[in-house]
């Protein structure tokens, strides 16, 4: 089973490109103020820098490199690695015949509509640089060399076409990341660790079963306690904690998408008694599950604009 499979199918996401122009001379690309969950920038053309803030280098990008951004970290993409000046011209792309160097972006912004408990975001750095030369095990370079050769060519339904590429961007990101990712801590770290992977596919197949520590542990062929201690080591919370919000995540999104009673989901979570998943429920997100349903279709239930 894919784990990251399936923990992106359930966070539901959906991307949308936002902005693909050329810039010259001096510029700044800043989409701070538009406070995104997650954005992205891929270098369609040319050569550019990204800056931080608070970093005293830049980073340089070149031409198919992709630079993601979680929860909207402050940043710049500019044409030099020196700081922009405050009147340099802000999301301002050039306009007409262009004579001398210039740099084409794509930018656009991922959401996971499914946003309560997000163990990908949770495990990820601020801002992701995946250089293209790094990636040539994965399929990254080819979507993204589909995506600018979508986007130059101005096709009918370009826009959608473009969209869904996105969503395959970030996912075939994130199977990047994991790759190239050296840290030995968060979600993705673990699923690299054959003992924690092995136990939370188990999980992942079948989280109706009365699981425990002992029954994790066993299918990691770790101690108890061995077991225990890697896991919230590597993943920040407790083996139990993270069954509980997979669980509770998978609730809240069967009951925006399905019509099962919730009788069936308590049983479906692992939970023999109602009343025990209500209360996991709430706690988990200050909310009841039957409010959640009602929400959901009276959001249906409105016409749409």
């Known amino acids: 089973m894919d784990i990251l499979n399936d923990v992106l199918q359930t966070l539901r996401l959906h991307s949308q490109v936002f902005l693909h122009a050329r810039f010259c001379n001096q510029w700044v690309v800043n989409i701070e103020p538009l406070d995104l969950q997650v954005s992205f920038h891929v270098i369609a053309h040319g050569n550019c820098w990204l800056r931080e803030p608070d970093s005293p280098t830049a980073r ?14 402050p940043h710049f993409v500019t044409p030099d690695s020196q700081y922009p000046a405050d009147d340099t011209p802000r999301n301002t792309p050039a306009e007409g015949d262009i004579e001398g160097e ?14 309560y408990w997000n163990p990908i ?16 095990n994965t399929n990254l370079d080819t979507i993204i060399k589909l995506m600018i050769a979508e986007a130059d060519n101005n096709h009918t339904n370009t826009s959608a076409v473009i969209d869904r590429l996105s969503d395959i961007l ?20 673990a699923l690299k660790d054959p003992r924690l992977c092995k136990a939370l596919t ?26 225990a201690d890697q896991f919230k080591h590597m993943v920040g919370m407790s083996p139990m904690a993270y069954v509980t919000g997979w669980r509770m995540q998978h609730a809240h999104d069967a009951l925006v998408s399905d019509n099962k ?3 069936q989901l308590s049983e479906e979570c692992g939970y023999h008694s109602e009343p025990a998943f209500r209360k996991a429920f709430k706690k988990q997100f200050g909310i009841g599950p039957g409010y959640v349903r009602r929400q959901a279709r009276e959001q249906a239930e409105q016409p749409a604009l």
Request: proline share 3%; charged share 25%; glycine share 4%.
């Open 60 to 73: 340089e990008l070149h031409e198919g490199d992709l630079v993601i951004c979680l929860r909207n970290p």
């Open 102 to 115: 210039s740099t084409t972006l794509i930018c656009g912004k991922c959401e996971f509509l499914q946003y």
């Open 121 to 136: 975001l949770e495990a990820c750095q601020n801002i992701m640089v995946i250089p293209t030369r790094d990636s040539i």
């Open 170 to 189: 970030l996912i075939e990101a994130i199977r990047t990341y994991t790759l190239l990712d050296e840290d030995n801590r968060g979600f993705l770290a």
């Open 202 to 227: 188990s999980f992942h197949k079948a989280p109706e079963k009365n699981w425990s520590v002992q029954t994790l542990s066993e299918k990691a062929a770790m101690s108890r306690s061995a077991f």
């Open 261 to 263: 009673s919730i009788t």
